[in-house]
């Protein structure tokens, strides 16, 4: 712990972007490592008297925004924490850093269950923080919720991240590929949702270094044209899935047309593609049968 004055605070993080890097980066270090919030730090425009308390002293603040600024390691990464809806998330380099896009999953599941009384059974495929599969089962108590994840750290970061945001035990966690660990559900699942690896291989090659240099290749990148795992998952729904049974795919900002020809030549019906908040065609769902 350490307090500091408003005014010394204000100086120290108008060096730290001289450096470079950019405001938002340095608010979020300062929110995961400092524990000071976006509005607890605008609060101190007004109140430039006030004394702050920060966790960790500006000194050590300062060498983890230089190791970001030389390595370009997403703050996720080094604090170890990510936010995503009113989610505190455990992330480590064994899962994908959750995308703001990705949190729309949530509204749309909600439009289609309306019923706030049906009680269902979800997966969640490839979880890997548990983003989405905890956001449903805190949203939903009644439901009934699983999660897999290839990668046993992923698996075991999820099921901690469930702990630390709730104290429900209605989401259970699998290490396994995509649909193997549900062989005692099969035809017993009324959603399915998955935010596979999908990127082509030549798009991936030129991600952006703190991207490519840091996230999990295994959660990103989907073959070469970034449809391997989506077809799987897809070729597989019809076994898990319940008659009627729903399937909902996050898919790369090009592929909705070929996602849905996939999901048509597997027998789904009701397919369609929806648009993210930038209006990319960017979730793929339908019903099996
Ligand atoms: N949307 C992520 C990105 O652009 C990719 C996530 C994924 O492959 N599922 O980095």
Redesign the pocket.
């Given at each position: 712990m350490c307090v500091i004055s408003a005014e010394k605070f204000s100086l120290w993080k108008k060096k730290q972007i001289s450096k470079g890097g950019d405001n938002n980066s340095l608010d979020l270090l300062i929110d995961s490592l400092a524990g000071l919030s976006n509005k607890e730090l605008n609060l101190l425009k007004i109140k430039s008297e006030k004394n702050l308390n920060l966790k960790l002293n500006l000194d050590l603040l300062e060498l983890f925004w230089d190791k970001h600024l030389n390595t370009s390691i997403p703050i996720q990464y080094l604090s170890g924490i990510s936010f995503w809806r009113n989610l505190k998330l455990e992330v480590s380099n064994r899962v994908?850093i959750p995308?703001p896009?990705t949190e729309l999953i949530i509204e749309i599941i909600a439009g289609i269950f309306k019923n706030k009384e049906e009680k269902i059974t979800f997966v969640d495929l490839g979880t890997g923080s548990g983003a989405i599969s905890i956001a449903l089962a805190l949203a939903n108590p009644n439901w009934n919720g699983i999660a897999t994840d290839i990668d046993k750290n992923a698996i075991d970061i999820a099921s901690r991240n469930f702990a630390n945001n709730s104290n429900q035990s209605n989401l259970k966690f699998y290490n396994g590929n995509w649909w193997d660990p549900l062989a005692t559900y099969k035809g017993e699942i009324d959603l399915a949702v998955a935010?596979?690896?999908?990127?082509p291989q030549d798009t991936y090659e030129v991600l952006p270094i703190e991207?490519k240099n840091f996230e999990p290749k295994n959660?990103?990148l989907?073959g070469e044209e970034g449809l391997d795992h989506i077809h799987e998952i897809i070729q597989h729904a019809p076994i898990y899935l319940k008659q009627k049974g729903w399937l909902l795919i996050?898919n790369h900002f090009d592929q909705g047309d070929r996602v849905k020809q996939l999901f048509l030549e597997n027998r789904f019906t009701s397919v369609k593609v929806l648009k993210d908040f930038s209006g990319i065609g960017r979730f793929t769902i339908g019903r099996y049968k």
């Open positions: 994908l995308r896009e935010n596979p690896p999908y990127i991207v959660a990103l989907g996050e």
